[in-house]
């Protein structure tokens, strides 16, 4: 399954968060409940950004996805462990959206395509094909613990 869904890969300096404006840093407690307070907060932030119209859907459900993943797959929701999310962007490069977790990782490529044969009837495995298919850019860093979503 391919995790990066543009047609060319963006230069590294469009993901180096040092160069980008901070716009949130936020961490919480691996609880599921916590979600969508977050997602809530983190996306009262991002709908403050000019060039946002008509893509806050597609970065709230994205930042939704990968929140619960990270709660659910990579702390185990132990909520003695810490998510953490930051969001930076600009004008000229869009918004970026980093979720890191404590867990030990994955292989992205190892996650089963959703779309092929017996998988279309799994009621799991949807959330990285969802993110994939609605940001520009998606990359998977530090063994799969952080995600890096581009929505330009």
């Known amino acids: 399954m391919p995790v990066d869904s543009s047609q060319e890969p963006l230069p590294e300096k469009d993901f180096d968060p ?18 969508e307070p977050m997602v809530a907060q983190i996306m009262g932030a991002v709908r403050n950004m000019k060039g946002i119209d008509g893509k806050a859907d597609a970065i709230e459900l994205s930042l939704q ?18 998510i953490e ?23 992205p490529a190892s996650i089963p395509i959703c779309t092929i044969g017996e998988n279309v009837y799994s009621n799991h495995g949807r959330g990285i094909f969802l993110i994939s298919q609605l940001m520009d850019q998606v990359e998977f860093h530090k063994n799969g613990t952080e995600i890096r979503m581009l929505k330009r």
């Open 18 to 35: 040092e160069k980008l404006h901070l716009l949130l840093r936020a961490t919480f407690a691996a609880d599921r409940k916590t979600v």
């Open 65 to 82: 996805e990968a929140l619960a993943n990270a709660v659910i797959h990579g702390a185990k929701e132990d909520p003695s462990k810490t």
């Open 85 to 107: 999310c930051i969001v930076s962007g600009d004008d000229d490069r869009g918004v970026l959206i980093v979720v890191r977790d404590p867990g030990p990782g994955f292989d």
